[in-house]
């Protein structure tokens, strides 16, 4: 039973933080790419960030400079420090990999998303 759980999500005043964290847990081979995507009511889900198993990374033009994406390999987790937040970051924020699981297929798997709020 392999999955994706994440936590960190919140309120927070606009120019606040927030790190989210997501971990995979069950019988997994390997974890290829992980990244975040974020979704507004009634709009399609968006790329936040990306990072290859190599640590390579990949951000929108919306959340560059302000946020980073990192994983840590050995505890199956792959993290998001979101800074100087704004209104407009507020979204459910979804965690995903790339995984194999012991003696299956290839599959994108996500997590159950966690609310980002930031007032203003």
């Known amino acids: 039973q392999v999955q994706l759980v994440e936590s960190g999500g919140g309120l927070v005043q606009a120019g606040g933080s927030l790190r989210l964290s997501c971990g995979a847990s069950g019988s997994i081979f390997s974890i290829n790419d992980m990244g975040w995507y974020r979704q507004v009511p009634g709009k399609q889900r968006g790329l936040v960030a990306t990072?290859?198993?190599?640590?390579?990374?990949n951000y929108a033009d919306s959340v560059k400079g302000r946020f980073t994406i990192s994983r840590d390999n050995a505890k199956k987790t792959v993290y998001l420090q979101m800074n100087s937040l704004k209104p407009e970051d507020t979204a459910i924020y979804y965690c995903n990999a790339d995984m194999w699981p012991k003696g299956g297929f290839r599959y994108t798997y996500w997590g159950q998303g966690t609310q980002v709020t930031v007032s203003s």
């Open positions: 990072i290859t198993s190599g640590g390579i990374t």
